[in-house]
């Protein structure tokens, strides 16, 4: 019994393709999704631009010149820090979500 339920399983995966999974997808949930990857291709970019900022801070400091680039570099991290805040809520949650967050009564 049970390798006949494989069996049928095994088959039925065989044929079917990635875009098959979306097939029953409407404009608004691709629309979403596209959102979703777009987050997390940009969470995914900031971990190695945080690396690339952090070494110039190392870098630059024996350098005179670094207590002037200070503020700078902390608008930049800073900046990033919310876009990857952004970046992660859009990769995460829907709408629906989100508006239940913000519209239910604190506990």
């Given at each position: 019994?049970t390798?006949?339920?494989?069996?049928?399983?095994?088959?039925?995966?065989?044929?079917?393709?990635?875009?098959?999974?979306?097939?029953?997808?409407?404009?608004?949930?691709?629309?979403?999704?596209?959102?979703?990857?777009?987050?997390?291709?940009?969470?995914?970019?900031?971990?190695?631009?945080?690396?690339?900022?952090?070494?110039?801070?190392?870098?630059?400091?024996?350098?005179?010149?670094?207590?002037?680039?200070?503020?700078?570099?902390?608008?930049?991290l800073?900046?990033?820090?919310?876009?990857?805040?952004?970046?992660?809520?859009?990769?995460?949650?829907?709408?629906?979500?989100?508006?239940?967050?913000?519209?239910?009564?604190?506990?």
């Amino acid at each position: 019994m049970t390798e006949v339920v494989e069996n049928k399983i095994r088959r039925n995966s065989a044929n079917e393709s990635i875009f098959s999974l979306f097939r029953t997808a409407n404009t608004k949930d691709k629309f979403w999704l596209t959102i979703g990857l777009i987050g997390a291709i940009i969470t995914g970019f900031s971990l190695p631009y945080f690396a690339f900022v952090f070494g110039r801070i190392l870098n630059n400091t024996n350098n005179e010149k670094f207590y002037h680039r200070i503020p700078k570099l902390c608008e930049q991290l800073a900046g990033l820090t919310v876009v990857c805040i952004f970046a992660g809520i859009a990769q995460v949650f829907s709408p629906k979500e989100i508006m239940y967050y913000v519209e239910s009564d604190p506990i």
